[in-house]
């Protein structure tokens, strides 16, 4: 048994960078990020069409020499244990698998990093340690981490982090400097926060950050980092 799949792009530009990638959208999320604007995939999957896989291969298949990779993003899908037949099942089709989380299932990421079922992994961070609990509902930060531990010692990986309002220079700063000390500084990416269909409503009459401000936190960002940019502007 594999996965419930509710959301499936045959081809996409933005989902991993200089490829072109299939993704796959799983169901459901441990976090309740306020500014997330996957509503309906995170609060209420059941009212969307679960898609099957026969469905997805199919296209994969089809595609072949126009797609470079498959992402499996969410929700979050790290917290369906099925996700390991999943990826065991694309990488028999012969596809790279990029695997997009927010941290909180360590075990499942190294699980799926040992047993060579990711080529690249991107996670993530949502803001500063001590204000975890207050953006996404998730507080145990030894989990986050923990997953910083693993994914550093991977060979493809970024971290990255939207820049909802709530989130000050301050706290992008710590993260940086954390991540610097623990020599988890390959790269790091900034996303502009998209204020529509968010899981806390009242996130949509918040203002996103400017382009000029976001260039701002980017120089504040950069002498940590081998590479770092923004995206989503």
Known sequence: ???????????????WDGKIAAAIFLPYCNFKCKFCSNKELVLSPEKLKTIPFSEIKEKLEK???????VVISGGEPTINPEIVKLCTEIKNLGFKVKLDTNGSSPEMISELIEKKLVDYVAMDIKTSFKNYGKITGFSDTEKI???IEIIKKF??????MTLFPEI???DLIEISEYLKKQEANKSFFLQQFRNWSCIDENAEKIKPYSKDEIESFLELIKPYFDKSGIRNI
């Open 168 to 170: 000050k220079k301050e």
């Open 155 to 160: 060979p493809e990986y970024e971290f990255r």
């Open 63 to 69: 595609n072949r020499e126009f797609i470079d990779g």
């Open 1 to 15: 048994m594999k996965p419930e799949i509710k959301g499936f792009a045959p081809s996409s530009l933005v989902d």
């Open 145 to 147: 981490k923990k997953s």
